[in-house]
Nanobody
Framework: VQLVESGGGLVQPGGSLRLSCAASGIFFGVYNMGWYRQTPGKQRELVADISSGRTTNYADSVKGRFTISRDNAKAMVYLQMNSLKPEDTAVYYC??????????WGQGTQVTVSS
């Protein structure tokens, strides 16, 4: 199983980035997919997730600014991030899960929001 994130980088406050996660080795359509983020010294936190049935859920801090989507045909999940703030700076991780014991993580991609 592989989850490979891409699209991170340096962006100015107010800017946008689109993160992508390519999945392989799983039957993508049955997995719930999520984006998490982590900063040094803090626990990894949920940013957004999308179920196999396409129900979405967002952290309060990103509601109205971030949008999660998935393309089952391409086994991809995306995170469109708009109106970025310095506090969005973190390593962003992709997660695939189906129940508590069947979960996989990507290696992470750095997002830095700074002027």
């Amino acid at each position: 199983v592989q989850l490979v994130e891409s699209g991170g980088g340096l962006v100015q406050p107010g800017g946008s980035l689109r993160l992508s996660c390519a999945a392989s080795g799983i039957f993508f359509g049955v997995y719930n997919m999520g984006w998490y983020r982590q900063t040094p010294g803090k626990q990894r936190e949920l940013v957004a997730d999308i179920s196999s049935g396409r129900t979405t859920n967002y952290a309060d801090s990103v509601k109205g600014r971030f949008t999660i989507s998935r393309d089952n045909a391409k086994a991809m999940v995306y995170l469109q991030m708009n109106s970025l703030k310095p506090e969005d700076t973190a390593v962003y991780y992709c997660k695939a899960n189906r129940g508590l014991s069947d979960a996989y993580w990507g290696q992470g991609t750095q997002v830095t929001v700074s002027s």
